[in-house]
């Protein structure tokens, strides 16, 4: 038996996604960058590695432990992430 779907919404929108891998002291890291108007300005982070993905602004990386938190990674990697996505957010 089929159900029908209630859809909060159901958009379709021209985004532009910059896939980056970089080398940092402790780890590496294969990233996938999306800018669209959908989040207020903030960027979808993907970390391909591990599947984790984040909805990051500026606000958000002043929050201690967030990276860690949204990325499943250790605070030394969340530091060099970190200093990464300030060039980028």
């Known amino acids: 038996m089929a159900h029908d779907l209630f859809y909060l ?3 379709t929108e021209e985004t532009k996604t910059r896939f980056v891998s970089f080398m940092a002291e ?3 890291f294969d ?3 999306t800018t669209t108007n959908r989040f207020y300005g ?3 982070v993907i970390n391909i590695q591990n599947g984790r993905s984040a909805i990051i602004g500026h ?4 929050e201690e432990g967030y990276l860690e938190y949204a990325f499943n ?4 990697e969340a ?3 970190h200093s990464f996505l300030e ?3």
């Open 42 to 44: 903030k960027k979808l």
């Open 9 to 11: 919404y159901d958009d």
């Open 59 to 62: 606000d958000d990386l002043k």
């Open 79 to 81: 530091q060099e992430l």
């Open 31 to 33: 990233l996938a960058i």
């Open 73 to 76: 990674i250790s605070e030394a």
């Open 87 to 89: 060039t980028v957010i």
């Open 26 to 28: 402790s780890t590496r």
